[in-house]
């Protein structure tokens, strides 16, 4: 009788542990599809482990899931990295969406040649201008330079839940009305495309880039392909 209990005990462990990784390995696949999709990069997730997932994915309330980007690219910013932390998600639908987010931080790291590719790229004809970009954290700011000595140096900020960045000089033939107007148009482009009403709270300048923290409490996830193609996987 001892020996059946120990071999009943042990294969409802057996089970319980197969059909945890299963879950892990099903919701992971599901939402590393969403993420890439999102970002347009690779993508790597992983769960928190209390509760256990299989009850998190039973009762559709995850505690934790962690998404890193390889670093190509976030959507068309080139070279950049995100790495997103998300908790208390509830995945209980209604008629307009499919759950909610209650809090979301990431930290998106965009390289100094990244920056210079996402220039190049999104402003037609002057962007191709652009020869380097270099960073100076100390006064916080980036410089683009293009070819003719011409010379752009901006400062990243955040305006209003917004990365802008707020051009100081310019040395060359452009105006710097002509060069804010562009680089406004930019990253118009890349604060609009966010999901999840994902807004800038700080920004840094590094040796390398620059870094931006950004965050949102109580995201609603889109409901259907109409709202959001990417989200519709779940």
């Given at each position: 009788?001892i020996?059946?209990a120990?071999i009943?005990?042990?294969?409802?462990?057996i089970?319980?542990?197969?059909?945890?990784?299963y879950?892990?390995?099903?919701?992971g696949?599901?939402?590393?599809?969403?993420?890439?999709?999102?970002?347009e990069?690779?993508?790597?997730?992983s769960?928190?482990?209390?509760?256990p997932?299989?009850w998190q994915?039973?009762?559709?309330h995850?505690?934790?899931?962690?998404?890193?980007?390889a670093?190509?690219?976030?959507?068309?910013?080139?070279?950049?990295?995100?790495?997103?932390?998300?908790?208390?998600?509830?995945?209980?639908g209604?008629?307009?969406?499919?759950?909610?987010?209650?809090?979301?931080?990431?930290?998106?790291s965009?390289?100094?040649?990244?920056?210079?590719?996402?220039v190049?790229e999104?402003?037609?004809?002057v962007?191709?201008l652009?020869?380097d970009?270099?960073?100076d954290?100390?006064?916080?700011?980036i410089?683009?330079?293009?070819?003719?000595n011409?010379?752009?140096?901006?400062k990243?900020?955040?305006t209003?839940?917004?990365?802008d960045?707020?051009v100081t000089?310019v040395?060359?033939?452009?105006?710097?009305?002509t060069?804010?107007?562009?680089?406004?148009?930019?990253?118009?482009?890349?604060?609009?495309?966010?999901?999840l009403?994902?807004?800038?709270?700080s920004?840094?300048?590094?040796?390398?880039?620059?870094?931006?923290?950004f965050s949102?409490?109580?995201?609603s996830?889109?409901?259907?392909?109409?709202?959001?193609?990417?989200?519709?996987k779940?």
């Open positions: 009788m020996l059946t120990v009943v005990v042990a294969l409802v462990v089970g319980l542990t197969g059909a945890e990784l879950a892990r390995h099903k919701a696949s599901v939402l590393v599809a969403v993420a890439e999709c999102v970002v990069d690779n993508a790597s997730v769960f928190g482990v209390k509760p997932f299989l994915h039973i009762n559709g995850y505690t934790n899931i962690s998404v890193q980007t670093g190509k690219q976030v959507q068309a910013a080139k070279g950049m990295t995100a790495d997103v932390a998300l908790s208390d998600i509830r995945l209980q209604t008629e307009d969406s499919k759950g909610t987010i209650g809090s979301l931080s990431a930290t998106l965009w390289t100094s040649a990244g920056i210079k590719d996402t190049a999104n402003l037609p004809g962007g191709a652009v020869s970009v270099s960073t954290p100390a006064a916080g700011t410089t683009l330079q293009a070819v003719g011409t010379k752009v140096t901006a990243p900020v955040v209003n839940g917004n990365l960045l707020q000089d040395s060359g033939p452009f105006e710097k009305d060069v804010q107007a562009a680089l406004d148009g930019l990253t118009t482009k890349l604060n609009d495309a966010y999901p009403g994902i807004h800038a709270d920004v840094a300048v590094t040796d390398t880039g620059v870094v931006g923290k949102s409490q109580n995201a996830i889109p409901g259907d392909e109409a709202d959001d193609a990417c989200f519709a779940l």
